[in-house]
C-alpha cells in the first residue's frame, strides 16, 4: 500500500498552465504505475494520465493530448502533471491513483488501488 498527497491546484484562467504534484509515502513507490484521474461535479470520474513505473511510457486521454504531460521523479517520490492551454471543461477534482500490477494502459479507475485526497483545479473562461 502507498499513501498518496496531491497538491498544486487552483484557480487559473483560460490559457494558463499549472503543475500538479503527488507525493507518495513509502520505499516501494518506483513498484507502482501511478495515474491522474479528475472529477467535475455530476459526473464520473475519468482517466486522464498514467505513467509506468520506471517512467519509459506514458498513456492520455485523448482529450488532453498535447496539453498535459505526466512525468515522475521516482528519488522524490513523487508525479507531475503539467498543464498547459487550460480551458474551463479541465475543472475538477484532480486525483493521482497507484497500481502495484503497473497496468499504466489501464484508464478504469478499478484498476488502481491507492488514491489520494484530490486537488481542485477551477479554470475560469
Known amino acids: 500500500q502507498v499513501q498518496l498527497v496531491e497538491s498544486g491546484g487552483g484557480l487559473v484562467q483560460a490559457g494558463g498552465s499549472l503543475r500538479l504534484s503527488c507525493a507518495a509515502s513509502g520505499r516501494t513507490f518506483s513498484t507502482y504505475a501511478i495515474a491522474w484521474f479528475r472529477q467535475a461535479p455530476g459526473k464520473e470520474r475519468e482517466f486522464v494520465a498514467a505513467?509506468?513505473?520506471?517512467?519509459?511510457?506514458?498513456n492520455y486521454a485523448d482529450s488532453v493530448k498535447g496539453r498535459f504531460t505526466i512525468s515522475r521523479d521516482n528519488a522524490k517520490n513523487t508525479v507531475y502533471l503539467q498543464m498547459n492551454s487550460l480551458n474551463p471543461e479541465d475543472t475538477a477534482v484532480y486525483y493521482c491513483?497507484?497500481?502495484?500490477?503497473?497496468?499504466?494502459?489501464?484508464?478504469?479507475?478499478?484498476?488502481?488501488?491507492?488514491w489520494g485526497q484530490g486537488t481542485q483545479v477551477t479554470v475560469s473562461s
Open positions: 491513483a497507484a497500481d502495484s500490477k503497473n497496468y499504466y494502459w489501464n484508464k478504469s479507475p478499478a484498476n488502481y488501488n491507492d
Open positions: 505513467i509506468k513505473r520506471s517512467g519509459t511510457d506514458t
